[in-house]
C-alpha cells in the first residue's frame, strides 16, 4: 500500500486552485482565438479580443481571471492501493481549497440557501468544496478540478425525455436551454450534456463533460456526430460572445453517454462561461 | 455604432446620444451595488431618507469583486448578472440613477423606464474582471460594510470600456444582435 501525507495533498490542492483562477489553459485560450477568426459580428469579436487580453493581464499580473472565482468541483480517482497518512482524504482537499482561495485573493462565494449568509466564517472560505469520489485499480490519486461561476451554472437544466424522442429530442433540449439563457452565462460557451444513467447520473456526467479539454474530439464517432450537429445548432441561435449577437455562441460540445433504464432517457445539460477554468494533477 | 468617451455624472443629453451598440469609454466616479444593497437603497428612497451618495446622474456597477492584493484599490472586478437587479432599477431610474453596467439581459420594466426617465444599460464584458479591474484607480465602502462583496463601494475609474445594450429610445443591442445573426432552418 502507497502512502502519501495529508500535508502534500493539501499544498498540492492549493497550488491548483491559485494557478487555475489565473491561468486560462491553453485549449480555451487556442479555442476563442479560433472563435476570433471565424465570428462574424465585429461587436462580438471585440469582446472576443478582450476575453483574450483578459487571460493576457491574469496570467503576468496574477489576478483571478474573473470575479467569479467559482465554487470548487473535484472528480477524484482514488487506486485501491493508496492510503492518505495525518487526515482523510476529504478533509485534505477542503482544507487546500480554502487555503488556496484565501492566500490568492480569490472570492468566498459559498452561503447559506435561505439566510444568503457567507459561510466563510462558519463553515470555511468557500467551503465545502463539491467533490465526486471514485474508487479504481492502482495506487495513484488522480485529481481534476474545475472553479465553477454561478452564471453559467444558473442557467443549467435536467430533464428525463421519454426514450422515442431520441437523438432529436437531446438536440432540441440543447437548443432550448442555450436559447433561454441568451448572453446570462458569459457565451462563447462550452456545452456538457450528460446522456443515460438515472437522473443524478445525468447531471454529474454532464458536469464532468466540461472537463475535458475544450474543442478535443469525441473518441466515441456516434457521440463526436452528435457533437458537431449539436454546435452546429446551437451557434445558428445568433446569440453570440456576451449575447450581443454572433456565430460563436458555442465554443464546443462535449457529451458523456452512461447505459440507462429501459423506460427513461435522462438528459442533462451543464453550461460553462468562456473562463472555463480546469486543470488536473496525479498524486 | 459610434465610439464616446463620457465623464460621470452623466447628464440626461450625455445619454439622449447614445444608441444600442454603441461603444463607452466611462471616466470618473462610478458606485458598486448589487441585490442586497439594492434592497437597502429602495427602502430609504420608499422612506423618504437620505442615499449614502447623489443618485442624480450617477452610474451604478452591478459587481462584487475579488478580495485586493495588499496596495491594491480592488481585485478582479467584472459585472454579475443583471436580472437579479431589475425589480429595483426602475425605482432608482425614477430618482435620476443615469447609467447601470452589468450583463445579461434586462426586464421589459427597466428597458421601458430608461426610455421614460432617461436612463442607459451598459454592458461590460462578463469574465474580463482582470482587465476590468485595471480601469478602476482607487475604491472605497461607503455603505453596508457587513455586506461583503455587496457593500457599496466609490469607485474611480479611468476609459472603463462598456457598451450601450439598452438606450433611451427603447432598443435593445441582445435583441437587435440576435435577430441579426440568428439562422432559422
Known amino acids: 500500500m502507497r502512502e502519501v501525507a495529508y500535508s502534500d495533498i493539501v499544498n498540492a490542492i492549493k497550488n491548483l486552485i491559485i494557478t487555475t483562477a489565473t491561468n486560462l489553459p491553453e485549449d480555451t485560450i487556442k479555442a476563442l482565438e479560433k472563435a476570433l477568426e471565424e465570428e462574424k459580428s465585429e461587436v462580438a469579436k471585440e469582446v472576443i479580443r478582450q476575453l483574450l487580453e483578459n487571460a493576457k493581464i491574469a496570467k503576468e499580473e496574477e489576478r483571478p481571471l474573473c470575479q467569479d472565482t467559482g465554487l470548487a468541483v473535484f472528480f477524484v480517482k482514488v487506486g485501491e492501493d493508496v492510503k492518505v497518512v495525518g487526515g482523510s482524504l476529504k478533509d485534505a482537499i477542503n482544507e487546500g481549497t480554502e487555503l488556496g482561495y484565501k492566500e490568492g485573493y480569490l472570492r468566498a462565494s459559498t452561503c447559506d440557501c435561505f439566510t444568503r449568509e457567507n459561510l466563510k466564517d462558519k463553515v470555511g472560505y468557500n467551503l465545502p468544496a463539491v467533490i465526486h469520489f471514485d474508487l479504481v485499480p492502482g495506487d495513484k490519486i488522480e485529481i481534476e478540478y474545475a472553479a465553477k461561476g454561478g452564471g453559467s451554472e444558473n442557467v443549467s437544466r435536467a430533464k428525463v425525455l421519454p426514450p422515442a424522442a431520441g437523438k432529436q429530442g437531446i438536440i432540441d433540449f440543447v437548443k432550448e436551454v442555450v436559447s433561454d439563457a441568451g448572453g446570462n452565462p458569459c457565451p462563447p460557451i462550452t456545452i456538457g450534456v450528460g446522456i443515460g444513467g438515472t437522473f443524478e447520473k445525468a447531471a454529474i456526467s454532464s458536469k464532468h463533460a466540461l472537463f475535458r479539454d475544450v474543442g478535443t474530439r469525441n473518441p466515441d464517432p456516434e457521440l463526436d456526430e452528435l457533437e458537431q450537429i449539436i454546435l452546429q445548432e446551437v451557434n445558428k441561435l445568433g446569440i453570440g460572445a456576451m449575447g450581443m449577437g454572433g456565430t460563436k455562441t458555442a465554443l464546443a460540445v462535449h457529451i458523456e453517454k452512461n447505459p440507462c433504464h429501459i423506460a427513461s432517457l435522462p438528459v442533462s445539460v451543464n453550461i460553462q462561461c468562456h473562463s472555463s477554468r480546469h486543470s488536473h494533477i496525479t498524486i | ?185
Open chain 2, 1 to 185: 455604432m459610434a465610439t464616446y468617451h463620457l465623464k460621470t455624472p452623466l447628464s440626461l443629453e450625455d445619454v439622449k446620444k447614445l444608441k444600442a451598440g454603441d461603444v463607452v469609454y466611462l471616466t470618473g466616479t462610478i458606485y458598486t451595488a448589487r441585490d442586497a444593497a439594492h434592497k437597502r437603497l429602495v427602502d430609504l428612497i420608499e422612506k423618504n431618507e437620505k442615499l449614502p451618495f447623489e443618485l442624480e446622474g450617477s452610474v451604478i456597477y452591478f459587481v462584487g469583486p475579488t478580495p485586493p492584493k495588499p496596495g491594491e484599490p480592488i481585485g478582479s472586478a467584472g459585472p454579475t448578472t443583471s436580472y437579479r437587479m431589475d425589480s429595483y432599477s426602475p425605482t432608482l431610474l425614477k430618482h435620476g440613477l443615469r447609467g447601470m453596467i452589468g450583463k445579461g439581459k434586462r426586464s421589459k420594466e427597466v428597458i421601458e423606464a430608461c426610455k421614460e426617465y432617461g436612463g442607459v444599460y451598459f454592458g461590460a464584458t462578463g469574465g474580463a474582471g482582470a482587465l476590468l479591474g485595471k480601469k478602476i484607480k482607487s475604491a472605497k465602502v461607503i455603505a453596508y460594510p457587513e455586506l461583503g462583496p455587496e457593500a457599496i463601494r466609490e469607485l474611480e475609474v479611468e476609459d472603463f470600456p462598456v457598451t450601450v445594450i439598452n438606450d433611451t429610445y427603447g432598443n435593445d443591442l441582445y435583441q437587435m444582435g440576435r435577430e441579426k445573426y440568428e439562422v432559422k432552418n
